[in-house]
């Protein structure tokens, strides 16, 4: 009786991994199929152009973080 238990859980944890996995792989097809094409219009063909708008949204982060540490120090 408790080997049948055991076997049951154990179908239903594989049960619902594949179902967490073809959820995810489900979700990422959509995401993949929404964001096509938006490197391109965003100006972004190479890896190196990848990296120069990371470093530039960083710094502009940076930035930010800067003047609001800046001005909370002055009130």
Known sequence: ?????????MVDINTNEDQ??????????E???AME???????????????ALVKEVRAELAAERLLNTKGESQT
């Open 1 to 9: 009786m408790n080997g049948e238990k055991v076997m049951r859980n």
């Open 20 to 29: 967490a996995y073809i959820a995810a792989r489900a979700a990422l097809r």
């Open 31 to 33: 995401l993949q199929n």
């Open 37 to 51: 094409g938006e490197a391109e219009r965003a100006g972004l063909y190479t890896e190196d152009d990848v990296v």
